[in-house]
């Protein structure tokens, strides 16, 4: 969602993955992963910015979320620190917040974290970084809770937690650009009707202006997955579905 919208005249894009990727104008890129401390304070070096997305997407087992998730990160903030990049802004996640209940919402900007999975806890763990190396290291460090960003609302939640790919988009770009940030912890989430779940203040301070919202979608959601329960478990916390026992993890069996 970014890659095809935050190149500007002037800027180029460096990608990074494990995976092999084409350059395309304006772009350079780099096969590495976050864990791999040389390939990654190589791949900083120059750079204005590094925006910080890699990791397990959804919840994992421990020793996966701690390797990739949370020692990836402290990586990528080090290697940003050695190669001299003032700002690093982190894909944080509202899991980092996800046992935050609906009373008390619109959960506050720095809310504390009340995390509800490994994923969640690596999360608070990558905004615990970012702190760390603003106060220490002087580095200009954004953590932005995302709620549910996909191309369109993928579930009845949805209609309150959707972050459309141009908000995104425009959110990450005030992040980018705002003058001397320091540390911040911002959300992320499009202007929607059935939305109020989250503050945007400290997002908007930033110059972030969301434009969309998922009520576009919400005939068709509501006639692909049945009407709201704003009752239900899933509308009890923010973390949704995260905080359901489907999440819990396994306990191992003795062999």
């Not at 890699?54 to 940003?80: C, K, R």
Request: aromatic residues 10%; negative net charge; charged residues 20%.
């Amino acid at each position: 969602m970014l890659r095809v919208r935050l190149p500007r005249p002037g800027r180029t894009l460096r990608l990074l993955d494990i995976e092999a990727l084409t350059a395309g104008a304006g772009e350079e890129v780099i096969r590495a992963s976050i864990t791999d401390m040389a390939a990654m304070t190589a791949a900083c070096q120059g750079a204005d910015a590094v925006i910080h997305l890699a990791g397990i997407s959804s919840e994992a087992p421990w020793p996966q979320i701690l390797e990739v998730n949370i020692h990836g990160t402290y990586v990528v903030f080090e290697a940003a620190r050695r190669a001299g990049v003032p700002r690093v802004v982190f894909a944080s996640s509202n899991h980092a917040v996800g046992f935050a209940p609906r009373e008390a919402f619109p959960v506050p900007d720095y809310a504390f974290p009340v995390p509800d999975t490994y994923y969640g806890v690596a999360k608070v763990a990558g905004e615990g970084l970012a702190a760390m190396y603003h106060y220490r290291y002087g580095l200009d460090a954004v953590c932005i809770r995302i709620l549910t960003c996909f191309e369109r609302p993928p579930s009845i939640r949805a209609l309150a937690t959707w972050l459309s790919p141009a908000d995104v988009a425009r959110l990450f770009e005030a992040c980018l650009t705002a003058p001397s940030p320091g540390f911040r912890v911002v959300f992320g989430v499009s202007d929607n009707t059935r939305g109020g779940w989250v503050s945007l203040d400290e997002a908007r301070s930033l110059g972030y202006e969301p434009r969309d919202d998922a009520e576009v979608y919400a005939a068709e959601v509501i006639a692909e997955h049945g009407p709201p329960d704003s009752a239900g478990p899933l509308f009890r916390y923010l973390g949704g579905e995260f905080t359901m026992p489907d999440f819990d993890a396994e306990i191992p069996s003795e062999s």
